[in-house]
């Protein structure tokens, strides 16, 4: 069936619009959420009680360099003008905005600061720097610019750098982290309606139809909800839903209305409001950077014991390669000499139908030197791109051909004991290989002292139905493990052999422990040892979804 591919539609912006994009995006921004917040000014000191600027200024400067404060000082001027300030005072002000955001833009370059805050250093370091310099260099130009140095010089400027710490709180963290990827519907339609939440919840207790004993608790409802979409959704998507929360919550207590509207002076209510809705977002960009910081732990984990994994593998395979040359070097001897006898026959003038047999002898000679090749270069690959089912008579079938060779070499009888079942795992098939590849030559390592005739090494599966798992159980005739260490055979570095990197037996219990299962060691009486190896086994159902 043929494939109807629709070309994609590119529209690419002419390099200048795409320079002035975010001069515009600034100046639109500033004059629309000034705009907002002017609603909320005092008669005396004639301060806003939140005042975005300096968050506005700091993201953009931060993001997009420099050149975005001659856009600040222009739409701050434009703005203060705007409330009916002189220009002159208007110029003051908005310099102050410019120079406190480009200062704190160029702290956070040097600081190492990523805007993607998923770490929990760059939640603090834009919340200290943007408070405690964007926030106090605004704060004193406008203290200045507005009372100078009088009375009321300690409380403007008060007053003043929390209007400013609170627009940095709020909109620097969402302007700052935000990208503009356009996702997939489901997931758009998603991230909408769980953004939709915080508002709506904060109207519903802000909008005064609730008694006043009964919002004020009701008021911390949007902590849980807030922590909640730390766990769903990016910085950027939570920063966005606490700053419209906030937005309604501060609008709602402006207009008299909500448990934080109770007194005649509004100051003290909406300081109160203004360190809650601070506590939440620094607590919700909190967690949302520890979320992230987990994640890329477990990531790097994950990737540390792949390349652990495969050295250990890398290791196995220069262990085993006398066997693997010797297994080699059977069918290539083999495929040589009936190539020289279809010669000697093609010299005698032979029957051409007599050749069918050596050239097919010599077809199965390379055939099975080719499978050697490729089963070599499958166990040394990094590993499967992602879990798939793997039957686990195959996986114990497969490590046992790797070291057959080695086997036959020293004479050890190496005897398999399949479970007969279809009995399968959901995980890594090359490193459960790799598990069973080290026991077996550690187990191959344990019995080849032993006298001849008690050279032994038993692989047996076999599926536990009522505990829906399978085990599998590695035995040798080897003098069995050294009883006062036996706790610490699976720790890292602690070696029990001559020669041992202590590393082989760790690996394999962290393979097995992150598929779900366990691995344990003892001695079986008459001596020797076994390694049983528990593993989750897939139901009917898992089956299906397979």
């Given at each position: 069936?043929?494939?109807?591919?629709?070309?994609?539609?590119?529209?690419?912006?002419p390099?200048?619009?795409?320079a002035?994009?975010?001069?515009v995006a600034t100046l639109?921004?500033?004059l629309?959420l000034?705009?907002?917040?002017n609603?909320?000014?005092?008669?005396y000191p004639?301060?806003?009680l939140l005042w975005?600027?300096?968050?506005i200024?700091v993201a953009m400067?931060y993001?997009?360099?420099?050149?975005?404060?001659?856009t600040?000082?222009?739409a701050g001027?434009?703005?203060?003008v705007g409330f009916?300030a002189h220009?002159g005072?208007a110029?003051?002000?908005?310099s102050?905005?410019a120079?406190g955001s480009?200062?704190?833009?160029?702290l956070l370059?040097?600081?190492?600061f990523?805007?993607?805050l998923?770490?929990?250093?760059d939640v603090?370091t834009?919340?200290?720097?943007?408070?405690a310099?964007?926030?106090?260099?605004?704060?004193?130009?406008?203290t200045?610019?507005?009372?100078?140095?009088s009375?009321a010089?300690?409380?403007?400027?008060?007053?003043?750098?929390?209007?400013?710490?609170m627009?940095v709180v709020l909109?620097a963290?969402?302007?700052i982290?935000?990208?503009?990827?356009?996702?997939r519907m489901?997931v758009?339609v998603?991230s909408?309606?769980l953004i939709?939440v915080v508002p709506?919840?904060t109207?519903?207790?802000?909008?005064?139809?609730?008694p006043?004993h009964?919002a004020l608790?009701?008021?911390?409802?949007a902590?849980p909800?807030?922590l909640?979409?730390?766990?769903?959704?990016?910085p950027?998507g939570?920063a966005?839903a606490?700053?419209?929360?906030?937005?309604?919550?501060?609008?709602?207590?402006?207009?008299g209305?909500?448990?934080f509207?109770?007194a005649?002076?509004m100051?003290?209510?909406l300081?109160?409001?203004?360190?809650?809705?601070?506590?939440?977002?620094?607590t919700a960009?909190l967690?949302?950077a520890?979320r992230?910081?987990?994640a890329e732990a477990e990531?790097?984990?994950r990737?540390?014991?792949?390349?652990?994994?495969?050295?250990?593998?890398?290791?196995?395979?220069?262990?085993?390669?006398?066997?693997?040359a010797?297994?080699?070097?059977q069918?290539?001897?083999?495929?040589?000499?009936?190539?020289q006898?279809?010669?000697?026959?093609?010299?005698?003038n032979?029957?051409p139908?007599?050749l069918?047999g050596?050239?097919?002898r010599?077809v199965?000679?390379t055939?099975r030197?080719?499978?050697i090749?490729?089963r070599?270069?499958?166990?040394?690959?990094t590993g499967e791109k992602?879990?798939?089912?793997?039957?686990?008579?195959?996986l114990?079938?497969?490590?046992?051909?790797?070291?057959?060779?080695?086997?036959?070499?020293?004479?050890?009888?190496?005897r398999?004991i399949?479970?007969g079942?279809?009995a399968?795992i959901r995980?890594?098939?090359?490193?459960?290989?790799?598990v069973?590849v080290?026991?077996?030559q550690?187990?191959?390592?344990?019995?080849v002292g032993?006298p001849?005739?008690?050279?032994?090494?038993?692989?047996?599966?076999?599926q536990?139905s009522e505990?829906q798992?399978v085990?599998i159980t590695?035995?040798d005739?080897g003098?069995g493990?050294?009883?006062?260490d036996r706790?610490?055979?699976f720790?890292?570095?602690?070696?029990h052999r001559?020669g041992?990197t202590?590393?082989?037996?760790?690996i394999?219990r962290s393979i097995?422990e992150?598929?779900?299962g366990?691995?344990?060691?003892e001695?079986v009486?008459?001596g020797g040892?076994?390694f049983?190896?528990?593993?989750p086994?897939l139901?009917?159902r898992?089956?299906?979804?397979?």
């Amino acid at each position: 069936m043929a494939t109807v591919t629709r070309p994609s539609i590119n529209i690419e912006m002419p390099p200048a619009a795409q320079a002035l994009l975010p001069h515009v995006a600034t100046l639109g921004l500033y004059l629309l959420l000034t705009s907002w917040a002017n609603q909320f000014m005092l008669d005396y000191p004639p301060v806003p009680l939140l005042w975005p600027a300096t968050g506005i200024g700091v993201a953009m400067v931060y993001r997009y360099g420099y050149s975005i404060g001659l856009t600040l000082l222009v739409a701050g001027t434009l703005a203060h003008v705007g409330f009916g300030a002189h220009v002159g005072t208007a110029v003051v002000l908005s310099s102050g905005a410019a120079v406190g955001s480009m200062l704190g833009a160029f702290l956070l370059h040097r600081l190492d600061f990523s805007g993607r805050l998923e770490r929990v250093r760059d939640v603090l370091t834009l919340l200290l720097v943007g408070a405690a310099i964007s926030a106090l260099v605004s704060a004193l130009t406008g203290t200045l610019a507005m009372v100078g140095i009088s009375s009321a010089f300690a409380e403007t400027l008060g007053l003043c750098w929390l209007a400013d710490t609170m627009g940095v709180v709020l909109f620097a963290p969402v302007l700052i982290s935000m990208h503009l990827r356009p996702p997939r519907m489901m997931v758009a339609v998603r991230s909408v309606l769980l953004i939709g939440v915080v508002p709506a919840v904060t109207f519903l207790v802000y909008a005064g139809t609730l008694p006043p004993h009964v919002a004020l608790p009701m008021s911390y409802a949007a902590f849980p909800i807030a922590l909640f979409l730390a766990f769903r959704l990016p910085p950027a998507g939570v920063a966005l839903a606490t700053v419209l929360g906030a937005m309604v919550a501060v609008g709602c207590t402006v207009l008299g209305k909500g448990p934080f509207a109770q007194a005649a002076d509004m100051r003290p209510d909406l300081v109160s409001l203004f360190v809650q809705l601070a506590i939440l977002q620094f607590t919700a960009l909190l967690l949302v950077a520890i979320r992230h910081e987990r994640a890329e732990a477990e990531r790097q984990a994950r990737d540390h014991l792949r390349t652990l994994a495969r050295v250990g593998r890398m290791n196995a395979m220069s262990t085993m390669a006398a066997g693997i040359a010797h297994e080699m070097n059977q069918p290539l001897c083999a495929a040589n000499s009936y190539a020289q006898g279809a010669i000697r026959m093609l010299d005698r003038n032979a029957d051409p139908a007599a050749l069918r047999g050596p050239l097919s002898r010599i077809v199965e000679g390379t055939q099975r030197a080719s499978d050697i090749v490729k089963r070599t270069r499958h166990f040394l690959e990094t590993g499967e791109k992602e879990r798939t089912v793997w039957q686990v008579d195959e996986l114990v079938r497969e490590a046992v051909a790797l070291m057959k060779p080695e086997y036959q070499r020293h004479q050890v009888r190496l005897r398999v004991i399949p479970a007969g079942s279809d009995a399968a795992i959901r995980g890594d098939g090359l490193e459960i290989q790799q598990v069973l590849v080290n026991l077996l030559q550690n187990a191959l390592e344990a019995v080849v002292g032993q006298p001849e005739g008690e050279r032994w090494v038993r692989v047996s599966t076999r599926q536990v139905s009522e505990q829906q798992q399978v085990r599998i159980t590695v035995t040798d005739s080897g003098p069995g493990l050294p009883t006062p260490d036996r706790d610490s055979l699976f720790d890292p570095l602690v070696s029990h052999r001559d020669g041992g990197t202590g590393l082989g037996l760790a690996i394999a219990r962290s393979i097995v422990e992150a598929h779900g299962g366990s691995i344990a060691a003892e001695n079986v009486s008459g001596g020797g040892a076994t390694f049983r190896i528990l593993l989750p086994v897939l139901t009917g159902r898992e089956w299906d979804d397979a």
